[in-house]
T-cell receptor, first 114, second 114 residues
């Protein structure tokens, strides 16, 4: 089955701790994205990557870091610099280029601060 | 600055009737629009999209209408079914080659009343 997997489903972070959220896709998509959803708000783009070893900041990149060493994987690290990390994090992927490509989403990871 | 707006946070519709969800945008550079459906604690799933060269796109019970002069799009669901109860997000994109960034609205929670 082709799709996007995110793990873990729930993650707890202590003060001052960095945590890493996993995102893997087997859709052979070039582009991958990380979004954050807060209650009553839409999805906001954190980082995106269109090819391996390259990524760009989205609208709310402060306090986050990413890597793209493999086409299939795009992990997101929530650093201690992110002061309000509690949110629902969504990973997505799409083909790169073309006029009408659609982004497909994983099931999400809920991050909670202890 | 919210470039994509869904001004109705919630909507209740009787089963079997038509559901109409609205979305407005401010950036005239947007040229591709998508609707996603989201259940709680899950990732959004793609529903339907429309390019700015069209004013209507239909897929089964779902139809999206685009009024470029008014910078307005709407999603019609007919007939509405209980399984349609979810949060619906509209999203917009500027089709710059290789740039798949989506800007999302804040969502409308649709409740179908049996």
């Amino acid at each position: 089955d082709g799709g996007i997997t995110q793990s873990p489903k729930y993650l707890f972070r202590k003060e001052g701790q960095n945590v890493t959220l996993s995102c893997e896709q087997n859709l052979n998509h070039d582009a991958m994205y990380w979004y954050r959803q807060d209650p009553g708000q839409g999805l906001r783009l954190i980082y995106y990557s269109q090819i391996v070893n390259d990524f760009q900041k989205g609208d709310i990149a402060e306090g986050y870091s990413v890597s793209r060493e493999k086409k299939e994987s795009f992990p997101l690290t929530v650093t201690s610099a992110q002061k309000n990390p509690t949110a629902f994090y969504l990973c997505a992927s799409s083909k790169w280029g073309g006029d009408q490509e659609t982004q497909y989403f994983g099931p999400g990871t809920r991050l909670l601060v202890l | 600055d919210q470039q994509v707006k869904q001004n109705s946070p919630s909507l209740s519709v009787q089963e079997g009737r038509i559901s109409i969800l609205n979305c407005d945008y401010t950036n005239s550079m947007f040229d591709y629009f998508l609707w996603y459906k989201k259940y709680p604690a899950e990732g959004p799933t793609f529903l339907i999209s429309i390019s700015s060269i069209k004013d209507k796109n239909e897929d089964g019970r779902f139809t999206v209408f685009l009024n470029k002069s008014a910078k307005h799009l709407s999603l019609h669901i007919v007939p509405s079914q209980p399984g349609d109860s979810a949060v619906y997000f509209c999203a917009a994109r500027i089709s710059n080659f290789g740039n798949e960034k989506l800007t999302f609205g804040t969502g409308t929670r649709l409740t179908i009343i049996p």
